[in-house]
Structures are given as structure tokens and as C-alpha cells.
């Protein structure tokens, strides 16, 4: 007889919509392998690629980092990896980065919070209804506080939890993918100098069944809104639920992402933090047997109060503050 956790999981994904989104990936990834190494960028060629990309997308152009689109220039080309991208094929890349955000309202989402913490009867509330729909269903997201940043690594890498046992039993799919899109622009934007990806720690105990539209979504968002931005992830412990939703992902996953993913019990995970995080061991959250108290900042919904007069309870403003400081701290140890 199937135990409860097992029988959580009998799902079914239509074949179409995993060969849509295997397609839709592929499409996007065609860098699996290439060899590594970089080849020097001039100023001259940035200067180009920044121009064009404000000319392009005036409103969120500032969203890329230099160190960021340096990453892509210059890296070996596909084609021929003795030789650095054309300039023109790195624009393709980042444009088609930027395309994904304006198709998805990523530059707008933000916006949505402050409307959201905002009182109803706000003009801009008023007169925009469907807006702060959209709003009050994003913040409701994260409000649970599954997902969130808080410190960085040795390399000054910012950290992304996910606390998998806060999540929603049946989610609002498209809230759910905005406040992750939310979240790791938020994280982006704060990154110290010339850093250019993340980590993402996984607390995988007591997940809720899979929604296998979600995490196809959330894969297809890594792909194409944030390549090259994932560094690892890291999950602890390993149920089956972990296991079904890696199943259904590894297949769909460009071969490069897919050893990007760390499944641990949390003995092994708590050593690896140990060499991760930037204070060491003292940086362990709690729910992995540490220290580090993160319901400090981070309770469950039930002990959050509202941050302004809206419906917004989870501290997504002290949490970049948080993250600013945490990066200022590790850009002032690298002068020491």
C-alpha cells in the first residue's frame, strides 16, 4: 500500500506541455558546451552593448550590471570557442533576457508591492482594480515567507532560502512565479560589485504536493529571465516529493544547469554551509540544527503584522536593507 507522502504524488503532466516547455528551453539554451574560460571585453564594446540596450529598453536597461553583461560577452563562442562572442550575438542574449522581462512585467512588480502595502482607496488603487488584484495576490505569496534572501557566501554570493514546508497546498501559479521573479531581481539588484549569480538553499522538509505547472514555469523563468545567474542549489534532505519534482525537471533541464543541483541529507547540507556562508557555522539557520535565527526576520504569516495600511505582512524592504548590508559587509572584508 502507498504511504501517504507517495500517494501526495501521483501526478500526471500532459506529455504536450512538457514538450512545449522542453522545446521552449532548448530554443533558449544553446550554450551547453560551450568550453569555459573569458576573453577580454574593451570599454569601447561595452559602452556599445549599454547604449543599445538603453535605446532598446529605456525603463529597465540599469537592471543588467556591468559585471553581469561583461560575464556574457565574454565567454567562448559556441560555434567556434577558440575565438570571444560577436558583439551581436551577446546582444541577441541579453536582448532576448530583457524581452522576457517586459513579456512578463518584470520591471513593474516592485510597483505592485508599494500598491499593495498601500491603503484601498489610493487613486491609483481606485482606478486601477485590476492591478491591485494582481497586487494583493502577489504579496499573499509572499507572505507565507517561503522564499527569501538573507546573507551571502565567502564569495559574496547572496542567498536564496526557500523554506519548502510554508508553501502553499494549492497555489496561485502566477503569483507564485511573480513573487519569484520579485525576489531574485530584488536579490540581483543588491549584489556586491562584480558578483553576477546566487545560491539558493532548499529546507525540503514537509514540501506540499507538487504542482508540476508551477515548477515547469520556475524553470522556464531560470532559462530564459536569468541565465548564468543560478550558481547552486541546495536541497536538504531528500523526501520523495524532492525526488518526483527533479524527475520531472532533470529532462527538461540544459545539461549545464542540471549539475547545478545539490540533493543532501542535512548531516551533509550543514557541512557544506559550514563552507559556504560567510560566517561559517555561526550562519546555520535554526531549522538546519544552527544558530542563526532567520524567524527573527522571518516568522511564519500567523506572527506577521501589516507593513503599511495594505495587505503586505512579509518584510520585503527590510530584507533588501538586510542584503545591502550583508554585501557592503563582504565588499569591506575584501580590502582587508
Not at 36 to 43: A, I, P, R
Not at 129 to 151: C, D, F, M, Q, R
Not at 171 to 199: Q, S, W, Y
Not at 310 to 335: H, N, P, S, V
Amino acid at each position: 500500500m502507498a504511504s501517504d507522502e507517495e500517494k501526495k504524488i501521483e501526478v500526471t503532466v500532459p506529455q504536450a506541455e512538457l514538450d512545449s516547455a522542453k522545446a521552449e528551453i532548448d530554443e533558449e539554451d544553446d550554450d551547453e558546451d560551450v568550453a569555459s574560460g573569458e576573453f577580454e571585453v574593451t570599454k569601447e564594446e561595452m559602452s556599445i552593448i549599454r547604449a543599445e540596450l538603453a535605446c532598446e529598453f529605456p525603463d529597465d536597461y540599469t537592471y543588467l550590471s556591468d559585471a553581469y553583461v561583461k560575464s556574457v560577452a565574454s565567454k567562448p563562442y559556441s560555434k567556434d570557442p577558440t575565438v570571444r562572442r560577436p558583439l551581436e550575438y551577446t546582444m541577441e542574449k541579453l536582448t532576448h533576457v530583457m524581452e522576457w522581462r517586459e513579456q512578463n512585467g518584470a520591471p513593474e512588480l516592485e510597483s505592485l508591492v508599494h500598491l499593495a502595502n498601500g491603503p484601498e482607496t489610493a487613486p491609483e488603487a481606485v482606478e486601477q482594480p485590476e492591478k491591485l488584484t494582481k497586487a494583493k495576490a502577489l504579496v499573499y505569496s509572499l507572505n507565507n515567507g517561503s522564499i527569501y534572501w538573507h546573507g551571502v557566501t565567502k564569495e559574496g554570493k547572496p542567498i536564496l532560502w526557500i523554506r519548502c514546508g510554508r508553501k502553499p497546498w494549492y497555489p496561485n501559479v502566477e503569483a507564485e512565479v511573480n513573487a519569484l521573479v520579485l525576489i531574485a531581481d530584488a536579490g540581483i539588484k543588491c549584489m556586491p560589485e562584480g558578483v553576477t549569480d546566487f545560491v539558493v538553499v532548499s529546507d525540503s522538509n514537509s514540501p506540499p504536493p507538487p504542482v508540476p505547472s508551477f515548477m515547469i514555469n520556475v524553470l522556464k523563468a531560470l532559462v530564459r529571465g536569468y541565465p548564468d545567474r543560478l550558481n547552486v542549489l541546495l536541497s536538504a534532505p531528500v523526501g520523495s516529493i524532492i525526488q518526483f519534482v527533479m524527475n520531472l525537471l532533470m529532462p527538461l533541464m540544459p545539461g549545464r544547469l542540471a549539475g547545478k543541483f545539490l540533493l543532501k541529507d542535512q548531516a551533509d547540507a550543514c557541512e557544506i554551509l559550514k563552507e559556504w556562508l560567510m560566517h561559517g557555522e555561526d550562519d546555520i539557520p535554526t531549522f538546519f540544527g544552527g544558530k542563526s535565527d532567520h524567524d527573527k526576520y522571518y516568522p511564519e504569516e500567523y506572527y506577521c503584522t501589516n507593513k503599511g495600511q495594505g495587505t503586505l505582512k512579509f518584510d520585503y524592504f527590510g530584507m533588501i536593507e538586510r542584503l545591502q548590508a550583508c554585501a557592503k559587509e563582504w565588499e569591506e572584508k575584501q580590502k582587508e
